[in-house]
C-alpha cells in the first residue's frame, strides 16, 4: 500500500476499487509477487483525492496518468505539426512541404502550358517529362516517418519514464524511410517478398513505361506493319501499367491513419508524418496517368482480327448482356460495400516483445494490463474510415500531403470506381434497348472510351496492392513489437475487383464482337 496526502493529487482507476473483470482480477493475482506491493482490506471507500480502495483487495499504485499530462522531465509531443514533432522525426515541416507540393504543381502547369503553345500533342510528351522531373527527388526524399514512445508519469516506484518502442536498425529513434532505402532494408532483413514488389513497383514500373512510350513513338508512323503493331502494344501496355507505379503510396496513407489512431496521450504517444517524397510519387502517378492516357495509339493494322480474338461476349445476344451485366453489378456492389467498411489493414503492439526489446522485467507485465493497454494499442482501419478522417485532419491542419492522400484513395480509389462500374451497366443497357444499332450510337462510342480512361484511372486495385505489399514489408518492424497484419475487409476488396475485371472485360468484349459482327 503506497500512502498518499492531497497534496500529491494521486488518481487511481477508479474500476480497480472492485475488480470485477477477468483481465482486472487476473491482473490482481499476478501484481501480489510485484516486489514492494503491497494489499490490504478497506471497509469504506475513500475520495480519488487519496488512494481509492474498498471491500476488495485494492492494487494501491498511484498513478497519475488519467487526468494529467506527464513531467516536463519526461516529455510528451502531443501534435504531429508542432515543432517538437518536427525535430523529433527530423522531418520537414508542414509549411516546408505545402509551398513544395505548390512548387511542383506549378512546374507541371508551366510546361504542360508550354506544350499546348508548342501544338499537337506536344503537351502530352511535356506532362511526361514534367512528371519524370518529379519523380526524381522522390527516389531521394524521405516518404514517411513516425516514432512511437509510452510515457510513464506519476508512478512511485517507477518515477517519470519514457520508452521508446520504434529503434530502426537496432537504434532507438523515429523510423524514417524512403522507398530507395526500405527496399534493401527489406532483403537484407529477409523480406524478399516484400523488396522485390515495392523494387518492380516503384522503380520497374517508372522505368518500363519510359521505354515503351519511347518505343511506341519511334514506330508508331513505321512502313512495317509489325513494327506499328508493336508501337501500339506498348503504349496500350503504358497506358494499363501507369497507374501501377504508387501502391506504396497507398499503403502509407494507411498506416498514417493506423499509427495517428495509436496516439493516447499522456500515455502512448505516436507521431507521424507524410513528407516530401510521398508528395513526389503521388504527382508523379497522377500526372503521368493523365498523360500516359492522352497518348493517341497508332492504328491498329490488325483491327478487325484483333477484334474477333475477344474471349468474352462473343456469343452472347443483346437480350442476354444486360441481365449478365446486372448481375455482375450487383455482386460487385455487396463485394464493394462491404470491403470499403471493413478494416482492410491492422496495427497492434505485442506487449512482449516491447518489454523484451525495453529489457523491462516480466513482473511489470500485470501492470500494462491492468491499465488496459491492449485497447490502446490495436488499430484497424477501413478505406471508408481512412477517407472520412484524412479529409477532417486536412481540414484541420491544412497539411496538403493529406490531401493528397484524401484524394488518392476517395477520389482514384473509391469514386473513379463507381463511376466506371456505373457507366459499363449504362453500356449494356443501350445494348439491351438498342440492340446491334446501339454499335452506330455516337453516345455509345462516347460512353465506352469514357469505361476504357476511368478503367485504366480507377486506382482500388492499386490500393488493394498497396495493402498486401505492406503486410509483406511490415517483417522489418516485428522484432520491435510492430504488428502490421491484413484484415478481413482485404478479401472483399479482391473479390469486388475481381468483379470489376471481369464487368469490364464482358461489356468492352461484347461492344468490339457487335462492333466486328455489324462491319461484316
Not at 498513478?63 to 520537414?92: C, D, I, Q, Y
Not at 508519469?153 to 520504434?166: A, H, K, M, N, Y
Request: hydrophobic share 50%.
Amino acid at each position: 500500500h503506497v500512502a498518499s496526502s492531497e497534496s500529491s493529487h494521486i488518481s487511481l482507476l477508479q474500476h480497480f476499487a472492485k475488480p470485477t473483470s477477468p483481465s482486472t482480477q487476473r491482473g490482481y493475482q499476478q501484481a501480489s509477487s510485484l516486489p514492494g506491493v503491497a494489499f490490504q482490506k478497506h471497509e469504506a471507500l475513500v475520495t480519488t483525492e487519496n488512494v481509492v480502495v474498498g471491500d476488495d483487495a485494492m492494487f494501491a499504485l498511484g498513478a497519475k496518468m488519467a487526468s494529467s499530462a506527464p513531467s516536463s522531465g519526461v516529455g510528451f509531443v502531443n501534435s504531429n505539426t508542432s515543432p517538437e514533432a518536427t525535430r523529433m522525426l527530423h522531418a520537414n515541416t508542414p509549411w516546408v512541404i505545402n509551398a513544395t507540393i505548390c512548387s511542383m504543381l506549378f512546374g507541371v502547369v508551366v510546361i504542360t502550358a508550354i506544350g499546348c503553345i508548342l501544338g499537337g500533342q506536344k503537351w502530352v510528351a511535356a506532362m511526361v517529362l514534367a512528371s519524370y522531373a518529379i519523380l526524381i527527388p522522390g527516389l531521394f526524399s524521405k516518404d514517411f516517418s513516425f516514432n512511437i514512445a509510452a510515457v510513464i508519469s506519476g508512478i512511485p516506484l517507477l518515477g517519470d519514464e519514457r520508452f521508446q518502442i520504434t529503434a530502426p536498425r537496432g537504434h532507438k529513434g523515429p523510423i524514417r524511410e524512403s522507398t530507395r532505402s526500405v527496399v534493401p532494408l527489406l532483403w537484407d532483413t529477409g523480406s524478399r517478398s516484400g523488396a522485390i514488389l515495392i523494387a518492380i513497383f516503384a522503380f520497374v514500373v517508372p522505368v518500363l513505361k519510359l521505354v515503351l512510350l519511347g518505343l511506341g513513338e519511334l514506330w508508331r508512323h513505321s512502313q512495317e506493319a509489325w513494327k506499328v503493331r508493336t508501337a501500339r502494344r506498348s503504349i496500350l501496355a503504358v497506358q494499363i501499367v501507369s497507374k501501377w507505379a504508387s501502391p506504396d503510396m497507398f499503403a502509407f496513407a494507411l498506416l498514417y491513419y493506423l499509427l495517428r489512431s495509436l496516439h493516447h496521450p499522456p500515455i502512448l504517444e505516436s507521431i507521424q508524418v507524410l513528407d516530401i517524397g510521398f508528395s513526389c510519387y503521388n504527382l508523379f502517378c497522377v500526372s503521368s496517368v493523365i498523360s500516359t492516357m492522352s497518348v493517341k495509339l497508332p492504328k491498329d493494322p490488325d483491327q478487325r482480327k484483333a477484334s474477333r480474338a475477344e474471349l468474352v461476349a462473343r456469343q452472347v445476344g443483346p437480350s442476354t448482356v444486360m441481365p449478365m451485366a446486372v448481375l455482375l453489378f450487383v455482386s460487385w456492389a455487396g463485394f464493394f460495400m462491404k470491403g470499403i467498411s471493413t478494416p482492410c489493414l491492422s496495427l497492434r503492439l505485442d506487449v512482449d516483445t516491447i518489454m523484451k526489446a525495453l529489457s523491462l522485467p516480466t513482473s511489470f507485465k500485470p501492470i500494462v494490463e491492468m491499465f488496459d493497454v491492449e485497447k490502446l494499442i490495436n488499430s484497424k482501419v477501413s478505406l471508408l474510415n481512412a477517407t472520412a478522417n484524412l479529409w477532417g485532419w486536412f481540414t484541420g491542419s491544412w497539411e496538403l500531403n493529406l490531401l493528397l492522400a484524401f484524394v488518392m484513395i476517395g477520389g482514384f480509389g473509391l469514386v473513379l470506381t463507381v463511376m466506371d462500374m456505373l457507366t459499363l451497366l449504362a453500356v449494356a443497357l443501350r445494348f439491351w434497348w438498342n440492340g446491334a444499332e446501339a454499335v452506330r450510337d455516337a453516345s455509345l462510342a462516347s460512353m465506352l472510351h469514357t469505361t476504357h480512361a476511368v478503367k485504366h484511372v480507377a486506382m482500388l486495385d492499386v490500393c488493394t496492392a498497396g495493402v498486401i505489399v505492406v503486410s509483406f514489408a511490415a517483417s522489418i518492424y516485428k522484432e520491435q513489437g510492430i504488428m502490421i497484419e491484413l484484415a478481413p475487409g482485404i478479401y472483399f476488396l479482391i473479390a469486388s475487383e475481381i468483379l470489376h475485371y471481369l464487368t469490364f472485360y464482358f461489356v468492352s468484349g461484347y461492344a468490339d464482337n457487335m462492333k466486328v459482327t455489324t462491319e461484316d
